[in-house]
């Protein structure tokens, strides 16, 4: 970046870095931490440390945990007959928002993705077949994103499970609450007349 001293440029440079942050937004969110106070930057700084510090992987599900398992895992209340299996912790806060799942997770750490060079063995798969051998779980939820490389990962996941004599379920796809017919793309129609159920 020209004319910036080399402090602010390296934040710019570094802010870009992060997900969905432009040029524009990481200067924007530089000056916002210039004007803020040495007290509230500092702050900012140490919770980021902390993050690093504490942060740690469950070894059964894969979520993000600050003690050795997570708080799904150590909740004996958790109907531990079904694993909802999604892509990342984030999904898994996103389902839990909804207060409507009372499972255990499995986090699978992404989803296939050859072009980006991740196959089988980069993800948690391996542990989620470790995971069923019990034989206490009854129903896998495939809760991956309705993408391309979500659709070939629930894809593979099913190929995999079926042999277990579990139940499969994947999220229904289709039209959001408080949207017109009109504005939905065709993928969206024709997922939702897939997913149609008996009223």
Do not use: W
Request: with cysteine; hydrophobic share 40%; proline share 5%.
């Amino acid at each position: 970046m020209a004319d910036y001293p080399r402090s602010l440029d390296r934040l710019i440079e570094e802010l870009v870095r992060l997900p969905g942050i432009g040029p524009k937004t990481a200067q924007r969110l530089a000056f916002y931490l210039l004007k803020m106070s040495k007290r509230e930057v500092l702050s900012l700084a140490k919770a980021i440390a902390e993050l690093k510090e504490r942060i740690r992987i469950c070894p059964i599900c894969f979520n993000v945990a600050e003690e050795e398992h997570c708080q799904i895992c150590q909740n004996g209340g958790r109907d531990r007959s079904m694993i909802c299996v999604v892509e990342e912790p984030n999904d898994l806060l996103a389902i839990e928002r909804t207060k409507g799942f009372k499972g255990l997770y499995h986090v699978l750490g992404g989803s296939l993705s050859p072009l980006d060079g991740r196959g089988p063995d980069e993800l948690q798969i391996e542990a989620l077949l470790q995971r069923l051998q019990g034989g206490e779980v009854r129903e896998v939820i495939i809760a991956t994103n309705p993408n391309v490389e979500g659709e070939a990962t629930s894809l593979y996941l099913q190929r995999l499970l079926k042999p277990l004599g579990i139940a499969i379920t994947r999220l229904a796809h289709g039209l959001p609450m408080g949207s017109d017919l009109e504005y939905a793309d065709e993928v969206t129609l024709a997922k939702a007349m897939e997913g149609r159920r008996e009223l």
